[in-house]
């Protein structure tokens, strides 16, 4: 699931490689709302404090609610939220979405662009997987698997998950390990240059 990055409609950057030209133009005057320290949000930003060099501003909130309220009055200016969560603001033009931090765009939000278009690389996507006890018998992973595939091929469910702005990923095993390793390796790196601590 994508998150996506949103401005106060007020702030001059209409795209975010104009965002980001203002960030770097006004180190340390920026402030991003951080909907949990730790979160996918927060790491997410960091993230993209990392690839792009920018000097913005931690504000810590406990939850979205009060992030959201601060951002819609302009008190920060900028916040990265789960894409559910802000598409209402986003429809209503209560919040400017100047891009989604997914791979590729969300089909959600067609026209707006995801922040690896213009920071080559960049992604953070939030993800739900399944699993099972070290030890769970190969034969009963393989089972669970076809049935979990299977749901996710279902009409219904493709589209309710898609209508919370996300995208069914069927994996083999083999392939969620892997993707859960190569995340864990990703993150680290984040949260040691953020300097988060539990």
């Not at 989604?100 to 960049?122: H, I, K, M, N, W």
């Not at 009409?155 to 892997?178: C, E, N, Y």
């Amino acid at each position: 699931m994508s998150l996506v990055v949103l401005v106060n409609p007020s702030l001059a950057a209409k795209t975010l490689p104009e965002f980001i030209a203002y960030a770097r133009a006004n180190p340390g005057k920026v402030n991003i709302a951080v909907p949990g320290n730790g979160s996918g949000p927060h790491v997410a930003g960091e993230l993209f404090k990392m690839m792009t060099e920018i000097n913005i501003v931690n504000v810590p909130y406990r939850g979205p609610a009060p992030a959201f309220t601060d951002l819609i009055s302009g008190q920060v200016q900028v916040m990265f939220v789960a894409l559910p969560a802000a598409i209402g603001y986003i429809r209503a033009g209560e919040l400017r979405a100047l891009a989604v931090t997914g791979a590729s765009r969300s089909s959600e939000l067609p026209d707006v662009a995801a922040v690896a278009e213009f920071v080559q690389a960049y992604e953070a996507s939030g993800w739900i997987g399944i699993g099972a006890p070290k030890g769970t018998p190969a034969e009963i992973i393989d089972k669970l698997n076809s049935n979990i595939t299977a749901g996710l091929a279902d009409p219904q469910l493709k589209a309710r998950i898609k209508g919370l702005g996300a995208d069914p990923m069927p994996m083999t095993p083999s392939q969620f390990g892997a993707l859960m390793g190569d995340e864990t390796e990703k993150w680290a790196k984040v949260v040691k240059f953020a300097g988060i601590k539990p």
